[in-house]
């Protein structure tokens, strides 16, 4: 479904994505992890587009900041240069890192802005399904989002990236600051998600013990370059993952 | 005389309202200070009387053609110019007040000047209304921002589109990422503010005359109004015509109206020492913003 080659990303002349490689095929949950500023972020928004935007708007500035290499194949088509409406509309979708919510508009009316691309009754009905997956949200949709708890806005931001309707969902850092409970909660809705939904999954974290039981593959970024790949019961036998990943 | 004064503040706050509307609506979607707004108004009144007064076509389709025409005008401005800019508030504001001053130069230099240049009022009567005359255009202005006010409201809460505009207000990338082009919402943002500007010229423009020098007066009232709102609130943007429509009116009718100009700059003094960042700033609620 998804085949990232040797992607390179720079900002100026930091180099965030070295050489980076991976694949995702249908249906699968694919994990990134990797630490803090590994590069997590910026491989999610080279996925869903946002990078391009980055770039278009800097260099309207006149400036040459942002400089990407390599192919971004979906479904066979090199989409590195598509923007990230259209990407949207190919069915990649991304929830970027700390739920992102528009926290003065409430629970209802942001999944209503999620839907800007649906008619109103598909809508209505991709909101019900949301209710459906987070029973919680539903008790909570005239409250404004900018009030709502970590793991609630979680749900929500991963609700509205479901509203939009992803067949690749691309999940950045998902579980961030989220307690262990709530995090299980999450991650089940995930697995949920592919089962139930046929949804092919990305995501990425920086702790692997909450994901790697889910996950069907998983790649080890550092410093922007690719270390170690395997399926999630491999990566969890390696001893290198489980000092370096499992800590804290 | 006290009644008929307030009838005649209600009418000049309304006034104001309609002149800061979409000055307000474009820098609360977009972030994009349009200071060719005042420039606007004036161009769509222009174009309005060009087309009734030298093609002969009927008012109505004539200012349907004006503020179609301001809208596109609007839109082509984001695209050409704005589009490079945007963020830079400076820049953004030395690029649209040019554009706004070569318009507004133009038409002087071109000779539109007196009181030729006017556009008929809509109907032509009058009613009494506390213990006042009041003419039948002044109380359209009045019913108009009324149902603009109400439109908007419905606009940004139960559309799409404007659904999209409240979440690129609030956060951008996130709405990139539910597949919104925010440039194109950017657009409408900037063409949908130059169209209520010409909306607000063909209502308000048939009380007195087209001038260019009238194209600063209604920058400078709109950025008043604004910044005593709160920049980017409609809550604001109501609340703060109406004080200074009142002040206005009052001075006028009780003081003098050279001391009208002071009483509102005054106004605006007040609000500012006391809540820097206007009435309803960026701080407080969406709901107030669009
Ligand atoms: N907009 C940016 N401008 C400059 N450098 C950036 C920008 N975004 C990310 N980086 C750099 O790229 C590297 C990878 O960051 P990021 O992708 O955010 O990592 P992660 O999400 O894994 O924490 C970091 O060194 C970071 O400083
Ligand atoms: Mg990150």
Same mark, same amino acid.
């Given at each position: ?31 990134? @992890? ?15 587009? *946002? @990078? ?20 971004? *194949? ?5 989409? /590195?240069? /598509? ?94 600051? *989220? ?70 | &005389? ?16 309609? &002149? ?9 979607? +977009? ?7 005042? %420039?606007?108004?004036?161009? =769509? ?8 007064? &030298? ?21 082509? &401005?984001?695209? $050409? ?46 009613? $009494? ?20 006010? $109400? ?34 919402? %950017? ?33 400078? #009232?709109?950025? %008043? ?7 980017? =609130? ?22 003098? +109206? ?16 006391? #809540? ?5 700033? #960026?701080? #407080? ?6």
């Amino acid at each position: 479904m998804l085949v990232v080659k040797n992607l390179m990303v720079f900002f100026e002349n930091a180099l965030a994505l070295n050489d980076f490689s991976m694949e995702v095929r249908e249906g699968e949950i694919v994990g990134v @992890i990797g630490s803090n500023s590994a590069g997590k972020t910026t491989l999610m928004n080279s996925l869903s587009g *946002l @990078i391009i935007d980055m770039r278009v708007k800097e260099l309207r500035k006149g400036g040459e900041r942002i400089t990407v290499y390599g192919e971004i *194949l979906y479904n066979g088509e090199d989409i /590195v240069e /598509v923007k990230p409406s259209d990407r949207v509309k190919k069915g990649i979708v991304l929830s970027r890192e700390r739920h992102p919510v528009f926290p003065e508009s409430s629970v209802l009316e942001n999944l209503k802005i999620a839907g800007y691309l649906k008619k109103r009754e598909e809508v209505r009905g991709a909101i019900s399904s949301v209710f459906e997956l987070f029973p919680a949200l539903e008790d909570l949709k005239n409250r404004k989002a900018g009030f709502l708890s970590g793991g609630e806005q979680q749900m929500l931001a991963i609700g509205m990236a479901l509203v939009v309707g992803p067949r690749l969902l691309l999940l950045d850092e998902p579980l961030l600051g *989220l307690s262990p409970l709530v995090q299980k909660a999450v991650v089940d809705a995930i697995v949920r998600l592919r089962d139930e939904g046929s949804i092919t999954v990305v995501l990425s974290e920086q702790f692997a013990r909450p994901v790697l039981p889910v996950i069907d593959r998983g790649y080890i970024i550092e410093n922007g370059m690719l270390t170690l790949t395997g399926s999630g019961a491999e990566l969890m036998e390696n001893p290198e993952i489980k000092s370096a990943y499992f800590g804290v | &005389m006290f009644l008929g004064t307030v009838v005649y503040a209600v009418i000049n706050s309304v006034i104001l309202m309609l &002149m800061a509307i979409g000055f307000n609506l474009t820098f609360g979607i +977009s972030g994009v200070a349009n200071f060719a707004h005042g %420039a606007l108004y004036i161009l =769509s009144a222009y174009v309005s009387w060009m087309l009734l007064n &030298m093609l002969g076509l009927p008012f109505f389709i004539s200012a349907l053609f004006s503020i179609l025409i301001t809208t596109l005008v609007g839109a082509l &401005m984001y695209r $050409f110019v704005l589009i490079r800019v945007r963020g830079q508030v400076l820049s953004e504001v030395i690029a649209t007040f040019g554009i706004g001053l070569a318009i507004l130069e133009l038409f002087r230099y071109l000779g539109f000047v007196g009181f030729e240049y006017t556009l008929p009022v809509f109907i032509d009567t009058s009613f $009494f209304v506390a213990g006042v005359y009041v003419d039948m255009q002044r109380i359209l202005i009045v019913v108009l921002g009324a149902v603009l006010v $109400f439109g908007l409201w419905l606009f940004t809460h139960h559309t799409s589109l404007g659904l999209a505009f409240r979440g690129i207000a609030q956060d951008e990338r996130t709405a990139l990422t539910l597949g919104i082009d925010t440039d194109w919402i %950017a657009t409408l943002s900037v063409s949908l503010g130059a169209g209520l500007a010409a909306l607000a010229a063909t209502i308000i423009i048939p009380l007195g005359s087209i001038s260019p020098g009238e194209g600063y007066d209604v920058l400078i #009232k709109a950025l %008043a109004v604004c910044i005593i709102g709160g920049l980017g =609130s409609t809550g604001g943007v109501i609340v703060a015509s109406f004080i200074i429509g009142f002040a206005e009116r009052f001075t006028d009718s009780y003081i003098s +109206s050279h001391w009208t100009m002071i009483v509102s700059l005054a106004a605006i003094l007040i609000v500012l020492t006391m #809540k820097p960042s206007g009435l309803f700033g #960026k701080q #407080k609620e969406l709901e107030e913003r669009i």
